[in-house]
């Protein structure tokens, strides 16, 4: 909550206190019903007084109207914010004095920094994020692990937590068994070492085509991969070249994204850490026989039972997660672990969640699973066994080059070099960009015009404006303009103040709902108040050389704003676009 709004709902509560002598309500309850009203004639925060009413047994006009009177009557803002009474809403306008000297000074003087805090300190938080599936294709529905993946872990660190970012590959499990068969049979090591992951998605999807009319396939791979589990050296050996191959392509991607791991400890990193978690099942009476396989009955809890191990003893995907989980809790200590995945894998996280919490783990309330929808492009889905798959990378290339041939046209002067390290950036966060301008937990159909369009709620209007900001301090620092906190003379300039305000709840809040959307739509608040400000104040070519200075100023703070929050939702800023 903004300093601003922590007043304002303490003024409240106390004059609410005085009306209902015994209100249980605190700041805190008021300031979760502090609205920033959508139509700003209203003010820069509002109260909806019916919120009030059963308590208070008043009407809600006649609950603002005596709130505003001991309001103004105490003084209680302190000239702070004045309010005023529209039908049953209180509206609190924030002091332009208090924009100026308070807000514009602390963003002036904390630049990137401001809007962070420490409510993390001490703490650690592991994320599970990205977690491609070796061999088969790093795709569209990864997007969403390794975007928000990574802006949680962002947004977490600039909460002052200590964060772990995990990618944990899937490098584990009956697909490479599947690899194995489809490399004997048909695959070629020198077109394979020439065609990247490509090849081997290729003969991951013929393994599916073939398996079709042959079932015998299957059992072969799942023998392959028991040997693998069993440490044959041959197989060992085309699985770690399985790997490289791919990482190849995915090192790719990452860099464009700007995206490391402190961690790839994937699947197969726990093959010897599942034998003491299945003994610890079976010791605490878990484990159910079924068919054959081995299971936790869930049947209680309304969930279809937890796979433990096959019938030929090979372990699942669940078997590992719970390894992994109990490995992170005694190596990191954590306070929270977030795993970020499709909605679809959301059964899978309920179930072992709830087999981490029978063993009798006390840590199984700090595991969170953030999921997220699905993407379609054109309104179709997107399968993985098909072949039918839209690439990551092949995502982002479409962007860059479309990008590069529109900034060809808008700036010409751009040298060969650097056209091309900025339609990188702008491609890619243009693609990043729309994916996290929606709520997570929602589908969505993505499309790559919506996404470049330099005019539209987008990255590349969103960054065009951030080296707008860069651009303005550049010829500043040219003509020798000192930034100052000098005063607010126009509406614009109000506007935009109050919206940095709003920059540490933001940040909080998505932090607190694990979504990042929320900073996407700030960044496009402060984009479009901004813009207005650029359009209707002149900045450098103001008169007044006290104005001139103080837009600078202003320019400066929207400059570290919105430059801290691109990165904090994995954009990589560019001052020239
Ligand atoms: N490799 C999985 C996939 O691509 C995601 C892994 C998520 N993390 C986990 N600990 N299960 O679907």
Not at 174 to 195: H, L, N, P, S
Not at 251 to 262: A, C, H, P, R, S
Not at 342 to 353: D, E, M, Y
Not at 465 to 475: E, G, H, L, N, Q
Request: proline share 4%; glycine share 8%.
């Amino acid at each position: 909550m903004t300093d601003i709004k922590k007043l304002i709902s303490e003024a409240c509560v106390a004059s609410v206190a005085k009306l209902a002598h015994d209100t249980a309500l605190s700041a805190d309850d008021v300031a979760a019903y502090l609205e920033y009203p959508p139509d700003r004639a209203m003010g820069d925060l509002a109260l909806p007084c019916f919120r009030f009413s059963r308590e208070l047994r008043m009407a809600p006009p006649k609950i603002a109207a005596a709130i505003a009177e001991d309001i103004i009557g105490s003084g209680a803002l302190n000239g702070t914010a004045s309010c005023s009474v529209v039908g049953g809403y209180l509206n609190f306008r924030i002091a332009e004095e208090y924009l100026i000297s308070t807000v514009l000074p602390m963003i002036m003087e904390q630049g990137e920094d401001y809007g962070g805090n420490n409510d993390g300190e001490g703490k650690t938080v592991v994320l599970d994020y990205s977690s491609p599936n070796v061999a088969k294709p790093f795709h569209i529905g990864h997007l969403g692990s390794t975007v928000i993946g990574h802006s949680l872990k962002k947004l977490h660190e600039f909460c002052g937590y200590k964060c772990i970012g995990i990618n944990h590959l899937g490098d584990w499990g009956t697909q490479f068994g599947k690899m194995i068969v489809a490399y004997r049979k048909w695959g070629d090591r020198e077109q394979i070492e020439a065609g990247g992951v490509d090849e081997l998605v290729a003969l991951y999807v013929r393994f599916h085509a073939e398996a079709e009319n042959d079932p015998a396939l299957e059992d072969e791979a799942r023998a392959e991969f028991h040997k693998l589990e069993e440490g044959d050296p041959e197989d060992l050996a085309l699985w770690r070249w399985f790997i490289d191959v791919s990482f190849k392509e995915y090192n790719v991607t990452y860099k464009q994204l700007g995206i490391e791991f402190d961690s790839y400890a994937g699947e197969s990193f726990y093959t010897d850490k599942m034998p003491e978690q299945v003994e610890l099942l079976r010791e605490k009476g878990l484990l159910k026989l079924d068919d054959g396989a081995s299971i936790v009955d869930l049947s209680e809890y309304n969930m279809p039972p937890c796979l433990i191990l096959r019938s030929d003893g090979s372990t699942l995907y669940p078997t590992r997660d719970i390894a992994a989980a109990v490995y992170r809790a005694r190596t990191y200590n954590f306070d929270k672990c977030i795993y970020v995945t499709a909605a679809a894998q959301s059964l899978h996280f309920a179930q072992w969640f709830r087999v981490v919490e029978l063993m009798g783990y006390p840590w199984y309330d700090r595991l969170v699973h953030v999921p997220y929808g699905m993407v379609s492009i054109g309104g179709e889905k997107l399968a993985t066994r098909t072949g039918n798959v839209i690439l990551l990378r092949d995502l982002f290339n479409t962007a860059i080059e479309k990008v590069s041939d529109i900034i060809s046209v808008k700036n010409p002067s751009l040298s060969g070099e650097e056209k091309s390290s900025i339609a990188e950036a702008v491609g890619v966060g243009a693609v990043v960009f729309h994916y996290l301008l929606n709520n997570r937990i929602r589908d969505m159909s993505f499309s790559m015009e919506d996404a470049l369009n330099f005019d539209g709620n987008t990255g590349p209007y969103a960054m065009y404006t951030y080296a707008r900001t860069c651009s303005i301090k550049r010829r500043a620092e040219a003509d020798g303009v000192v930034p100052i906190c000098g005063a607010v003379t126009t509406e614009e300039e109000r506007q935009l103040l109050v919206t940095l305000c709003r920059f540490g709840e933001v940040v909080r809040g998505a932090v607190h709902d694990y979504e990042p959307s929320v900073v996407t739509r700030y960044i496009l608040d402060v984009c479009a108040d901004f813009n207005r400000f650029y359009h209707d104040c002149p900045i450098l070519n103001a008169e007044d050389a006290r104005v001139k200075a103080t837009r600078l100023a202003l320019t400066s703070a929207v400059n570290s704003v919105l430059g801290r929050a691109l990165s904090l939702i994995c954009i990589k800023k560019t001052e020239k676009i």
